[in-house]
């Protein structure tokens, strides 16, 4: 930059700061101006205020006429409610609202919960047991199990359970049984005299559950036309066993009649119903080995029951709801009284419930023990061998043991009789063959006549080898169904299996495979009681002489155990366990049979008697087929003078052809 800009920018500067000076107004000037500008903030600082001032006032005006129109309609709204209700409801009417309190009763084998809003126990445990996959058993949980009375009020329906009912007694919400009964009593109070009342008494050491409906004063409110109060119960069963398919079979409804016997609703459908045309004592939910049951003092005019099943069987089994009918006399008070058996379903217990002394009230018929002829055998010969080994042997495994080779010693003249029957018609075989040789195929009535007469004179009963077996018959039976209802199985673990009253599985197939009929694992027990039974089958078929004329029983006979190795898949493994220790011991005297048994002797001693009965008076069987004979056109082989059979002496080898 030269001398010249720089002098020409200086003096440019000079004149611009001189400029400045020379225009800026003076102290007064600026004094005066800053009181003309505070001046204008305080009047539009005044107008902003005013402003907001009168918003608020308006803000508070209307929320003022909003809040007082709201609360005239809340009150109105209330008050319409209010006789909303009491048009619905009538006297019932504020017992609509509420809030749920839970009352607990227990004593050392139960434990229920009863709710004010409804007044009905809605959980039940049972302390001495566990569900499957569970360290619990809970029979029913909130939303599982209602109770409900329905009736007309002032011509409103009432539904008790909407209605949220008083604890008479405020302080008692945890109430435990020891020593004494104890009681809680839920009310819905119209008036001192006039209410509807549930009392629930707990007794120590029981699973019975007391429970007294009282209607009391209600005669003005309740029509003078009504005569039965409803009663509804609904109750969804849970799955408490491992064996889902086996306990769904065992899960119905049981009912007894006034005067007459226990009966069922069929457990294998998907659904079924029961109407009840008469008087009904009392109604059980029962699951495989639990049961709730509700039991009237008096008795239930009439009703009906349904069940679903729930096809998924995972948490539930099946949804059971009940309508009954109380007897209701419109004119006085009314109370009912009833047990509600919540418990296991044991032989001993079930029979020991009662509601008077000796009164039988038939609840062990929940357990399956078969018909008449079984269900004698068993209450009267196996329980009770049973309970008495089981006083003093600890391990159900020991106590089957036991219990089967006793039965089996029992039943071994019966089996040896049998065993001695097989040998006879064993040695008789060759004369039998020389028989049917001489008299053709298109005779079978002489052939018939024949076989029969050489028995006679023989002394061999052709039936003496079926009628032992027949009479073990109905102990095996009796012993099917007993060890699959026995509780006191229930959780007992032996050797491998961990629970003796379901399936043991040493093996279950992976990814969920299922063989039809059969299931989806393996089970010793089973596959041990179908090759004891197989072997068995084998050694007694060599003895029987009808397994030879009838091809189709023998392989009846081997085709049984495979049939058996299906169905006992799935079965209780205590019954397994029975079987294979059945068929062991039979294997053994089958042996001990075959040793003691001395043919020859039996032969010679049927050849001597053969001889002393040379002229033998005829039987009444015989005297059918000679009628029979005589009928058809045929003469009595008695009246030909055909010889009698000759006797090899050979024993049981057949004659030589000419």
Not at 4 to 31: C, D
Not at 459 to 475: A, D, S, Y
Not at 498 to 512: A, K, Q
């Given at each position: ?116 809003l409804g007044a009905y126990p809605y959980y039940v445990r049972l302390k001495d047991f566990k569900a499957f996959k569970s360290d619990s058993l809970v029979l029913f949980d909130k939303g599982e199990n209602v109770i409900d009375l329905k009736f007309f009020a002032q011509n409103h329906p009432i539904s008790t359970e909407n209605l949220y009912f008083t ?170 009284a009833f047990t509600w058996y919540l418990g296991p379903n044991d032989y001993d217990i079930l029979t020991d419930t009662h509601i008077k002394p000796k009164d039988d009230l038939e609840l062990k018929r929940m357990i399956p023990l078969g018909w008449a002829l079984f269900r004698w055998i068993s209450q009267y010969a196996i329980i009770p061998l049973f ?34 029957s097989s040998a006879k018609m064993q040695v008789l075989k060759p004369q039998i063959d020389e028989i049917n040789e001489k008299i053709p195929k298109d005779k079978a009535m002489e052939r018939q006549q024949a076989t029969m007469a050489l028995y006679k004179k023989a002394g061999v009963n052709p039936l003496g080898g079926c009628l032992p077996m027949l ?188």
């Amino acid at each position: 930059m030269n001398r010249q800009q720089f002098l020409g920018i200086a003096l440019i500067l000079v004149i611009i700061v001189g400029y400045g000076i020379w225009v800026s107004p003076s102290a007064e000037q600026r004094a005066e101006i800053q009181r003309k500008q505070d001046s204008t903030r305080q009047v539009k600082l005044l107008e902003q205020q005013k402003l907001e001032l009168e918003k608020h006032n308006k803000d508070s005006i209307s929320k003022l006429s909003t809040d007082t129109a709201s609360l005239a309609n809340t009150t109105l709204s209330d008050s319409a409610k209010s006789a909303e209700k009491t048009e619905k409801f009538g006297v019932f009417a504020k017992y609509t609202e509420g809030k749920a309190q839970d009352i607990v009763l227990e004593n050392k084998l139960l434990e229920v919960k009863i709710s004010t809003l409804g007044a009905y126990p809605y959980y039940v445990r049972l302390k001495d047991f566990k569900a499957f996959k569970s360290d619990s058993l809970v029979l029913f949980d909130k939303g599982e199990n209602v109770i409900d009375l329905k009736f007309f009020a002032q011509n409103h329906p009432i539904s008790t359970e909407n209605l949220y009912f008083t604890n008479t007694n405020p302080t008692r919400t945890h109430i435990v049984a020891d020593a004494d009964s104890q009681s809680v009593a839920l009310r819905i109070d119209i008036s001192q005299t006039q209410y509807l009342e549930y009392v629930y008494t707990i007794q120590p050491n029981s699973y019975e559950l007391g429970v007294a409906v009282n209607f009391v004063g209600m005669t003005d409110y309740i029509p003078q036309n009504t005569f039965e109060i409803d009663m509804f119960w609904d109750a969804k069963l849970r799955r408490l066993e491992k064996g889902a398919d086996w306990e769904n079979q065992n899960t119905t409804a049981y009912y007894k009649y006034d005067e007459a016997e226990v009966d069922k609703l069929s457990p294998t459908s998907d659904d079924d119903d029961v109407t009840y045309e008469s008087k009904l004592k009392w109604l059980a939910y029962k699951n495989h080995f639990f049961a709730s049951a509700i039991i009237a003092h008096g008795s239930f005019a009439s009703g009906k029951t349904a069940f679903v099943a729930d096809p998924k069987e995972e948490h539930y089994l099946k949804h059971f709801k009940s309508e009954l009918a109380l007897p209701y006399d419109a004119k006085t008070d009314n109370r009912y009284a009833f047990t509600w058996y919540l418990g296991p379903n044991d032989y001993d217990i079930l029979t020991d419930t009662h509601i008077k002394p000796k009164d039988d009230l038939e609840l062990k018929r929940m357990i399956p023990l078969g018909w008449a002829l079984f269900r004698w055998i068993s209450q009267y010969a196996i329980i009770p061998l049973f309970n008495l080994l089981g006083s003093f042997i600890g391990s159900m495994g020991l106590l089957i043991l036991v219990m089967t080779v006793l039965i089996k010693a029992v039943l071994f003249p019966l089996t040896y009789k049998s065993y001695q029957s097989s040998a006879k018609m064993q040695v008789l075989k060759p004369q039998i063959d020389e028989i049917n040789e001489k008299i053709p195929k298109d005779k079978a009535m002489e052939r018939q006549q024949a076989t029969m007469a050489l028995y006679k004179k023989a002394g061999v009963n052709p039936l003496g080898g079926c009628l032992p077996m027949l009479l073990q018959f109905p102990i095996l039976i009796a012993m099917y169904q007993f060890f699959p209802g026995s509780i006191e199985l229930r959780g007992k673990s032996f050797l491998w299996a961990e629970d003796l009253s379901t399936y043991d599985s040493i093996w279950n197939f992976p990814n969920g495979f299922t063989i039809p009929m059969y299931g989806d694992h393996i089970s010793l027990f089973t596959l041990l009681m179908a090759a004891a039974m197989l072997i068995s089958t084998m050694m007694n078929s060599s003895q029987m002489q009808s397994n030879q004329q009838m091809p189709g029983m023998k392989l009846m006979l081997y085709l049984m155990p495979v049939m058996m190795l299906v169905w006992f898949n799935n079965y209780s493994a205590g019954l397994s366990y029975y079987y294979f220790l059945s068929n062991v011991i039979t294997i053994v005297q089958i042996w001990a049979a075959r040793k003691l048994i001395n043919k020859e002797k039996i032969l010679a001693k049927l050849n001597e008697n053969q001889k002393k009965n040379k002229e033998v008076p005829k039987s009444k069987f015989q005297q059918r087929l000679d009628q029979m004979a005589k009928e058809r056109g045929i003469q009595p082989l008695s009246q030909k003078g055909l010889p009698a059979p000759k006797n090899t002496g050979k024993g049981s080898q057949p004659p030589k052809r000419k």
